[in-house]
Every structure is written in C-alpha cells, then in structure tokens.
C-alpha cells in the first residue's frame, strides 16, 4: 500500500502522490480499466502506461516529451486539481500539467514551461484558476479573471494565460495556498493570511460581501498565527500554531461548523 503525502480532489476526481514520489488518479473522466478487469472504474490505479486504457504518461515519458533533463529520476510531492486538470509539482520545483476528460487515449501533459525557471514551493488550483509561490518570493497566478481571482488588480472575464506576479504579495514568504471555486487564500511566513477573488457570503473574511481584486489580510486574525488555509466554494477555514481553527463565509450546509 501507498503512503500519500499529497492528494487533491476535483470536481469529479481524485489525484494523490505518494510519499515514493508516484501518482495515483481515481473518479470520473479517469479511464483506468483495462478490456479484461473486473474491477470498478472508480478504484484507483497506480499510474502505469502499460496498464491503463485512459493512460497518465509515466515520468519516465515525461522527461522525455519534456526535454528537462533536469527531473530525470523525477518525484511528485504536491497535486492540485481544478475542474477538470490537474497540476503536479516535483521535488524541484517544476510543475507538469495534464487534463482529464477522458477524450482521448493520450492525454494532454505538459510542463508549465513559464515557471521552468522558478522553484514552486506551494501550488493550488481553482475551477479555472492556479495559485503558486516560488522559493524566491514570487506569488503567480494563471486563468480566467473573473471575480478579481487572479489578484492582479483587474476584475473582467478575461484570460491570463501565462503565470503573472501578484504584486501586492511581492517578496513576501508564502508558505500556504488555497484556491475555492472563485476565490483564493495565501499564508505568509509571519502568519498572517491573505484573501483575494469573489466576496459573496463573506468568503475573504474582509467584513463585507464585495470582491477583492488584489490580496486583502483578513480581518479579525491580527493577533493569530496562521499555519495553513484551506477555501470551499463558499467558504473558509483557517488553522493558527495553537491548533485552533477559524471559519467564515457561507453556513447554509453548516461548512463553518458553528450554529448559524
């Protein structure tokens, strides 16, 4: 059995990467059962060409179509998955791409080729969104705009197609990120969280209900010290050192876990 030291879920599928630096993807859209299996198209398979139908290149083939040469011997550590990607980060840095439709026996993999040069440290996708932090302090972002959840400063419903800067998270630390549906979080070194996107319910903790085009501190949280942040549709949470847990945003399912 594996160990897993990352998984992700989309909207209908399930990525993780094991602690061997392997992938394994489960759900909908995912192909995975050869002619003669009798198991259930939703058990997970290690991802290994010679066995899949709907096939995840294996790393080796990745290097190759790649030409980075650099991740020979390559291991996943992170995964995040949007609605119907996913995105893989190695023990390097570099991060690979694949879609999941299931509309082809080849699936699209690629490298993110604009962020060869950086080294991403954390990585989170929305529904047609991507979040990173590099080791040399650089907050990027990549995808639709709307709602401000780039954090670029403009709110249209535009695309960024290449991974641009958040400025106001300039030469800061980042050691966490999040991305919800339409909205995204982002822990500093010094514990404070920052929230950007669609506002409706309260989702940014920033006291009211409107969208927030560039990264605003939540408020409430000053005297805490943020360790990790995680975004629902309509929601957040976020855990400090002392282990406790902060929540806000939309309660109508009870997400927030406190009486409405």
Avoid at 40 to 45: E, F, G, I, T, Y
Wanted: hydrophobic share 35%; charged share 20%; with cysteine.
């Amino acid at each position: 059995d594996a160990s897993v030291r990352s998984v992700a879920a989309g909207t209908r599928h399930v990525v993780a990467a094991s602690h061997e630096g392997q992938l394994y993807v489960w759900g909908d859209g995912v192909d995975v059962v050869s002619e003669d299996d009798t198991r259930s198209d939703k058990q997970h398979r290690q991802l290994d060409a010679q066995q899949q139908r709907f096939r995840l290149v294996s790393t080796d083939a990745i290097v190759a179509d790649s030409g980075d040469n650099k991740d020979e011997g390559v291991r996943f550590t992170q995964v995040c998955c949007g609605r119907d990607k996913m995105l893989c980060a190695t023990t390097q840095g570099h991060v690979y791409e694949w879609a999941l439709d299931g509309s082809s026996s080849e699936p699209t993999t690629h490298p993110v080729d604009a962020l060869k040069t950086h080294n991403v440290q954390a990585l989170a996708m929305g529904s047609s969104f991507v979040v990173a932090a590099t080791a040399d302090g650089q907050t990027l972002s990549w995808g639709s705009s709307s709602h401000g959840r780039l954090g670029h400063g403009v709110v249209n419903d535009s695309e960024c197609t290449v991974p641009s800067p958040l400025p106001t998270l300039a030469d800061q630390v980042v050691t966490r990120i999040a991305c919800g549906w339409s909205h995204a979080a982002a822990v500093l070194g010094t514990g404070q969280v920052y929230l950007w996107g669609c506002g409706l319910r309260g989702r940014l903790g920033s006291g009211h209900h409107r969208d927030q085009t560039v990264p605003c501190k939540a408020v409430g949280l000053d005297d805490k010290v943020i360790v990790d942040v995680q975004c629902g549709y309509h929601h957040t949470v976020a855990l400090d050192a002392e282990g406790k847990l902060f929540a806000w945003g939309g309660n109508e399912h009870g997400q927030l876990g406190v009486d409405s």
